[in-house]
């Protein structure tokens, strides 16, 4: 079992910059891959960024990439997602995610979800 608490989010202009991070429960943190999703008012939950379980591999949803970081500390169970140049379409709740799976850009292997962090950008 792990518990995710997301934090971070809040209101910016375009172009400016957030680091959310996502505390995870448990000592078995260094054992799932972890994922940033968001969904935005009357759309679908989406992918946005994951890293496998040693930090070694990354990926990201082609809208975001060159922006967005994904980082990991596996000493502090901690995944982080740096953002920056935001944009207004970045505009969504962002849930942290971990999974067991390897298929880490696909919402359906995540076992564990947050509750997530409202990220709002105006223009």
């Known amino acids: 079992q792990v518990q995710l608490v997301e934090s971070g989010g809040g209101l910016v202009q375009a172009g400016g910059s957030l680091r959310l991070s996502c505390a995870a429960s448990?000592?078995?943190?260094?054992?799932?891959?972890m994922g940033w999703f968001r969904q935005a008012p009357g759309k679908e939950r989406e992918f946005v960024a994951a890293?496998?379980?040693?930090?070694?591999?990354?990926y990201y949803a082609d809208s975001v990439k060159s922006r967005f970081t994904i980082s990991r500390d596996n000493a502090k169970n901690t995944v982080y997602l740096q953002m920056n140049s935001l944009k207004p379409e970045d505009t969504a709740v962002y849930y942290c995610?971990?999974?067991?799976?390897?298929?880490?850009?696909?919402?359906?292997?995540?076992?564990?979800w947050g509750q997530g962090t409202q990220v709002t950008v105006s223009s």
């Open positions: 890293i496998a379980r040693t930090g070694g591999n990354t």
């Open positions: 995610a971990a999974t067991i799976g390897i298929r880490l850009s696909q919402r359906s292997a995540y076992n564990y």
């Open positions: 448990g000592r078995t943190f260094s054992s799932y891959g």
